[in-house]
């Protein structure tokens, strides 16, 4: 079955704690995988989409890593405004543009 | 720019009451459309997604239903509405080769009592 599965559910950080999110995925050939930031009451917000293993991305304190079995989102440096939840979701094996998403991790980070 | 609207924000809805939750895509033509629902501890869900005017493929077999009376416009509808739809539901719209960039729309806290 084709699964996300994002750790931790929850982190706590302090203001400049770098740190790392990870999302385990199990598909049979990916298509995509997508990274989202949401803040509480909010729609989803856009980051990255990564397509092959080695692949990265980056966008301010946000780099986002791609191997053949997870991904990882590393934020350097975090500020208070960097907390939300961030969505990891993995673009379905079939021929659609449909979306599997995790559950997310929570991120707080503290002055 | 393109932009995603949904109304209402917030809704509150008796238990056997209708359902009607309108998306909107404005600065681009024949988009994908998508409504998700996002329960507390849960994941998105994706309940319906469209391809073109009056095409829509069911996820979820449920008492929801989908359509696209417009390009550009989405509507989520129930004829009565369980405790178990309350949710938050969100419209997302999709472009590009394979539907690369997704994007989602502010989202509609829908509470049923």
């Known amino acids: 079955e084709d699964q996300v599965t994002q750790s931790p559910e929850a982190l706590r950080l302090q203001e400049g704690e770098s740190s790392s999110l990870n999302c385990s995925y199990t598909?049979?050939?990916?298509?995509?995988l997508f990274w989202y930031r949401q803040d509480p009451g909010k729609g989803p917000e856009f980051l990255f989409t990564?397509?092959?293993a080695g692949e990265e991305k980056e966008k301010e304190r946000l780099k986002a890593t791609l191997t053949k079995k997870e991904s990882f989102l590393h934020i350097t440096a975090p500020k208070p405004e960097d907390s939300a939840t961030y969505l990891c979701a993995v673009q379905a094996p079939d021929n659609t543009d449909k979306l599997i998403f995790g559950t997310g991790t929570r991120l707080q980070v503290f002055p | 720019s393109q932009t995603i609207h949904q109304w209402p924000a917030t809704l509150v809805q008796p238990v056997g009451s209708p359902l009607s939750l309108e998306c909107t895509v404005e600065g681009t033509s024949n988009p994908n459309l998508y409504w998700y629902r996002q329960a507390a501890g849960r994941g998105l869900q994706l309940l319906f997604y469209?391809?073109?005017?009056?095409?829509i493929s069911s996820e979820v077999p449920q008492n929801l239903s989908a359509s696209r009376p417009q390009d550009r416009q989405f509507i989520l509808s129930s004829k009565k509405l369980l405790l178990s739809d309350s949710g938050f539901y969100l419209c997302a719209w999709s472009f590009g080769l394979a539907g690369r960039w997704k994007f989602f729309g502010p989202g509609t806290r829908l509470t049923v009592l």
């Open positions: 598909v049979s050939g990916l298509r995509g």
């Open positions: 469209s391809v073109g005017i009056g095409q």
């Open positions: 990564l397509y092959s």
